[in-house]
């Protein structure tokens, strides 16, 4: 859970999230050794002490909590890429990516350890409609969604939260690549665009101002575009072809005017020049982000992410060593 000044409602939300992960059923898997992990995100209010009290006195069978410190504000992405990256050090089964602001039912959670028993890497939520929330909150969200799914080829649905389920093996595959993903939420879905989509209603906070500002809403769509889309890059590409078309058209039409000595002195060359090296311009711009497409941004994406693997044993000697310690579930 990432939190930021949450400095009010943090512990009673911890006490409720332990109890509700204590008392769930056998048939949700009573094997699971629960971590609650708070990234306390540079909050300038006394989150952190909130934290400390919750921890002490949070102490059940199958559910610890911990908590870990940001120098400063880094950001609810940054925050979340912290927790991911220290559950999967820990060695988690997998982890549930949630909100600290009670915001995202906890109901959910079997469904998402559900969907992981049955063999799903990801699993998705995505939050329905609600007519308390803002009509600019529900515009821009299908705005976002939609750039996302059209200019970035994602089969990401609207109201695509990052309250996720993640695989603790594909983790441990992708963590070198977590820090460069852009967004969670893209990155995730461009990882499994398959995976399961579990649908809720958020619970929403009366009276709760989102710090989810407009201007974090932008940087985080530029993130995910400039992360996972050709277009923005390929764009100069375009507009340079079209540019050296509508030259040389211009160019043929100038040296007409000029033959027929309907054209100014020094018309001709002048819009020539201009337009031809205009499109010039933007046409090897097009190029250049080829290049940097292929090289750089691409580079920073995995290649392949390897789901499972199934190899042969050789030797008596060598199945006794490969076999596994039993042990339970650890979800963060």
Known sequence: MPAYKEADGIVPFLREVSAYLQSLPSHVGSDIDWTILVVNDGSPDQTESMLAE??????????????????????????????????TARGADFAITLDADGEHPIELIPDLVRHWRDGASIVHTSRMPDPRLSKFKGLS??????????????????????????????????????NTCGSTRAFASWLSPEAPIVPYKQN????????????????????GLVRYSEFPIRLAF???????????????QAIAAFLMGTAMPGWT????????????????????????????????LPT????????????????????????SHQGH
Request: aromatic share 12%.
């Open 54 to 87: 919750a921890k002490s006195e949070i102490r059940f069978a199958h559910v610890s909590m911990d908590y870990i410190s940001l120098l400063r504000n880094f950001g609810h992405q940054s925050a979340l890429l912290a927790g991911l990256r220290t559950a």
């Open 204 to 223: 929403v906070v009366e009276g709760r101002v989102s710090r989810f500002t407009l201007a974090k809403m932008v940087s985080l769509a530029l993130s």
């Open 141 to 178: 969200s299908r705005v976002y969604y939609g750039l996302l799914k059209k200019l970035g080829n994602l089969e990401i649905s609207s109201g695509m939260a990052d309250y996720k389920l993640w695989d603790g093996a594909l983790l441990r595959n992708i963590r070198p690549h977590l």
């Open 269 to 300: 060359s002048i819009v020539a020049t201009i337009i031809f090296f205009g499109g010039v311009q933007c046409f090897l711009l097009g190029v250049y982000g080829e290049y940097f497409l292929r090289n750089l941004f691409r580079s920073n």
């Open 304 to 327: 392949f992410v390897i789901k499972s693997s199934v190899r042969g044993r050789s030797s008596s000697h060598e199945n006794e060593r490969d076999i596994p310690h039993q042990k």
């Open 238 to 252: 375009y507009v340079g072809v079209c540019a050296l078309v509508i030259a040389t058209l211009m160019f043929v």
